[in-house]
């Protein structure tokens, strides 16, 4: 009898305890990391143009928001509970269309939601944005394809990549993330330039009909 009273005693314990026991599990809220949209310099006069931004298209495995991280097996991994704060396709445009928005080249810089008729369009593809192994350990590689085109006849005025490798000196979701946010604030500060050496301020603003 008194074993038997026991195991009632214990069992309704546990009963009363368990849900308490569950309730005090923790969860672990991921951390979430923005993209900087650095100053870029204004070489060139301005272009009395509106320019539209629309998201960049990603590579397959850069598809979400996750961080990603390549294995020295080739294995594309994600590092648990870091997420970039949106789709990195609508990160990497919302830096670009903030900078230009800064530099004063544009009378007008707008996302694709905006209803503002546009004068070009600057769009693009990720190909990397992750952390992986080098010759000489583990390294951070951001590679852009840019495009700008007219917006009423989409003729193709400029296209090239810009791409930058930066070395990890030490290993963690944090150093990587900040990595990749430098590596990208030097692959893009050079479009200014780039632009005006293909003929931003003279050839691309002579087309017929403009």
């Known amino acids: 009898m008194k074993k038997t009273r ?7 314990l546990v009963f009363f305890l368990l849900p308490v026991s569950c309730g005090s599990v923790e969860v672990r809220e991921p951390n979430f990391y923005p993209l900087p949209a650095p100053a870029l310099s204004s070489p060139v006069s301005p272009t009395g143009k509106v320019l539209r931004v629309e998201d960049f298209s990603l590579a397959p495995h850069l598809v979400g928001e996750e961080i990603r991280a390549m294995t020295r097996k080739g294995r594309m991994e994600s590092y648990p ?4 704060a949106a789709p990195l396709g609508a990160l990497v445009s ?6 230009f928005q800064e530099s004063g080249m544009f009378d007008a810089v707008v996302d694709a ?5 546009s004068d070009w369009v600057l769009t693009g593809r990720v190909f990397h944005f992750e952390e992986g192994a080098s010759a000489t350990g ?12 007219e917006s009423g006849t989409n003729t193709l005025l400029w296209q090239g990549r810009l791409r930058k490798n930066l070395g990890v000196h030490r290993r963690g979701p944090a150093q990587m993330v900040a990595k990749l946010q430098e590596a ?3 692959a893009i500060l050079p479009l200014p330039e780039i632009f005006e050496g293909q003929g931003w301020a003279g050839g691309f603003r002579a087309k017929p009909g403009k």
Do not use: G, N
């Open 6 to 12: 026991l195991r009632a005693w214990l069992s309704l």
């Open 81 to 84: 509970y870091q997420r970039w």
């Open 94 to 99: 919302d830096a670009l269309l903030r900078s």
């Open 113 to 117: 939601t905006d209803p503002t008729p």
């Open 138 to 149: 583990i390294e951070v590689r951001v590679d852009l394809l840019v495009t700008l085109r």
């Open 184 to 186: 990208f604030i030097q």
